[in-house]
């Protein structure tokens, strides 16, 4: 098993945004062909991750992106939000080369900590159902299954997923 990888964080700002863009696209593409099709992978990208979706997201006082970078390399983001009240992990993701050497839960942590500073009982989720190695690193760092959920996400498309939570 590889060692952790030490990673520094850092907020995204506007001039990231193409970066990250791509960043998630490479990841997506190694991820979630097999897991949803590839017309729900490019409708979803950009949805979520559009240049324009992404610059208002930096401008939303209840959303905060956080991107970990490790000598100089940017290899993962985490995006969180508060979303009906609840601390969210919205987004996480972290590139392939990288991932298993402890990226995902330093990324975890620094979100877990900003939730609990400002006072919430937990941080949720949501995750594909069939993402099996997600879900396997979000037990490892403490979510449970809260609950069944399946998500209309508009032109016939739907989120079949879990939602998780972790107690903080
Ligand atoms: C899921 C993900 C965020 C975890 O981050 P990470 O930095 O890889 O995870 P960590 O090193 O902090 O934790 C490792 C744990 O994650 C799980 N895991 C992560 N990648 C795995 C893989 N390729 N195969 C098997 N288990 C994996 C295991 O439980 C592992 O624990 P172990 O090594 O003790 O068995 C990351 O692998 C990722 O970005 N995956 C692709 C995108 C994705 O699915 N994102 C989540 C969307 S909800």
């Known amino acids: ?3 952790n990888l030490n990673v520094e964080i850092r907020p995204v700002t506007p001039p990231d945004v193409p970066a990250i863009a791509a960043l998630a696209r490479e990841i997506w593409q190694a991820t ?3 897991i949803i099709t590839q017309e729900q992978i490019d409708f979803m990208l950009e949805q979520r991750y559009g240049h324009e979706r992404l610059y208002d997201d930096l401008e939303d006082l209840h959303k905060w992106l ?7 390399r940017r290899v993962g983001f985490a995006f969180s939000e508060i979303h009906k009240g609840e601390f969210k992990l919205d987004k996480l993701y972290i590139h392939p080369d990288v991932q298993r050497r402890g990226v995902g839960g330093q990324l975890i942590s620094n979100v877990a900590e900003r939730a609990r500073k400002a006072g919430y009982p937990c941080v949720i989720l949501q995750v594909n159902k069939r993402n099996v190695n997600a879900i396997n ?5 403490g979510f449970v299954v809260r609950e069944v959920m399946v998500d209309d996400i508009g032109r016939g498309y739907v989120m079949d997923d879990y939602v ?3 107690k903080l």
């Open 66 to 72: 956080d991107q970990a970078f490790h000598e100089g």
């Open 164 to 166: 998780m939570e972790k």
């Open 137 to 141: 690193s979000y037990k490892k760092y």
């Open 1 to 3: 098993m590889n060692s």
């Open 32 to 34: 979630y062909p097999g």
